[in-house]
Every structure is written in C-alpha cells, then in structure tokens.
C-alpha cells in the first residue's frame, strides 16, 4: 500500500503535468488568434487574421510566409526553407525597446539553449522576430545578441542552441507574426506593440507536433514542454515527465 506522503507526492506530480497543459490551453484558445490545425493549409487575407481556405494534409509550416529576414550578423534568410522547414524550432516576438515581457522572453529563452542543445544537438535552433524593424536593425540586433552569446547565429560556444534574431520589411514581419497567429481582434490593440502577448510558439516540423506556451511556467515545466513536444523517441516523451518528491 502506498503511505499518504507518496500519494499526495504522485498528486502533486499530475497536479504539475496538468497547469502545464491548462496554462498551454488558455495560451492557445485565449491569447493567440486561431491558426491552421496541424492537418491544413490556409490563405489568409493580410488585414483578416481570421480568414482561412484550408487544404488537408498540410503541414503547419505550410501556412507560414516564407519571407526573407535578415539575422543579427546580416544574413539572409528564408524563414520556412531555411530555419524551420524539417527541424525543431523555438519561436518568439520581441523588440529592443520593450520593458514589458520582452526580457523575461529573451532570459527564457537564454536559459534553454544549453539543455536543448545536450537533448537535440545541432537539430534545434530558437529564432526571435522583432515587432519594431523600422528601430531594430541587424547592427542594432547585434549588439543585443552579444549580450546572449548569439552575436553570430551560426557560431555558439559549442554548448548552446543557435539563436537567431531576425528583422526585415515592416510587410514582411506582419506577415510573420500574423503567420503565428500572434494577433488581437482588436485593431487598436493588434497596433499596440507594447501589447504583444507573452508567449512563445515551438514545433518539431517533421513530425508536425507544435505548441505555445506562455512565458510565466515554471522553467522545469516548461522544459519539459518543449522537449516532449520537439523530440521522437521515448526518452524525450517520458523521461522528462513530473516526479514525484523524494519523502523523508
């Protein structure tokens, strides 16, 4: 029989397994705007987030704009083709400028390059979009990337994930953001950058599992998250599950 410390220890445990997948709900369905279901396709309609043609059998990549961005080191890149299609991707919106959830979103981020890089190796990268491209230009991204390790994409330590911070035409990264669903219906609002929500959108593109979270979760939890989310074998969908505390 299982003593009354080790039940509620295991309850605790699901208890854990359960706010992550609440709080991941209540990301989806409450602060970002419907998307493509992982089976379609859509056209949208630049001012109508909303309006949606959609194909079977798509991928969710497959409605994302495959605009080219430029990286903090002054590359050029295709979104889809270059850093998402087939890989495992971490996908956030930011700028320079915010004080609001934008740091807290980059430290977030910073604190999962190393853990993801020892789980998935070359095999994941995290990208950052800026919502002020007119103010955050490559030079200017680089110099915040500096302050991440990540002044070049491609070059880390060796240890970490490659983080790419990118910008571009103000049409382009509407498209991008709007791609993600990171809209409000209310327009003054979805002008509002200081608004933005704070989340964060990451997906396995082979496997065509993908999810948000918001940024608050405990970090643990959301680690866990995003490796079962991104990875395939066992290991990565069971290992990383809530345990129990160890009782006295």
């Known amino acids: 029989m299982k003593s009354p410390q080790n039940s509620r220890s295991g309850r605790r445990a699901l208890l854990g397994l359960g706010t992550t997948a609440a709080a991941a709900y209540a990301a989806n369905k409450l602060l ?21 043609v959609r194909t079977p059998g798509a991928r969710y990549s497959d409605h994302l704009p495959d605009v080219t961005l430029t990286t903090q080191s002054g590359k050029s890149v295709r979104l889809v083709t270059d850093l998402i299609q087939d890989k495992r991707v971490l996908v956030s919106f930011f700028y320079i400028q915010c004080n609001g959830i934008c740091p807290l979103t980059s430290a977030l981020f910073q604190q999962l390059r190393q853990p993801l890089r020892e ?18 230009t490559p030079d200017q991204l680089r110099r915040y990337a500096s302050l991440r390790d990540a002044t070049d994409e491609s070059r880390t330590s060796g240890e970490l994930a490659p983080w790419y911070f990118l910008t571009g035409s103000p049409e382009d990264v509407e498209q991008v953001r709007v791609g993600f669903g990171y809209t409000d ?5 979805d002008a509002d950058r200081t608004q933005h929500a704070g989340l964060f959108t990451f997906g396995n593109d082979r496997t065509n599992r993908w999810c948000t979270f918001p940024v608050g979760l405990p970090f643990d939890q959301t680690l866990a998250g995003v490796v079962r989310f991104l990875g395939t074998s066992t290991h990565h969908r069971y290992a990383w599950l809530p345990r129990p505390s160890p009782t006295a």
């Open 32 to 52: 970002v705007r419907p998307t493509a279901s992982p089976a379609t396709v859509e056209n949208r309609s630049p001012t109508d987030g909303n309006s949606i």
């Open 119 to 136: 789980e998935f190796g070359d095999d994941v990268c995290l990208i950052s979009v800026t919502l002020d491209p007119h103010a955050d």
């Open 185 to 189: 219906p209310d327009p003054v609002i």
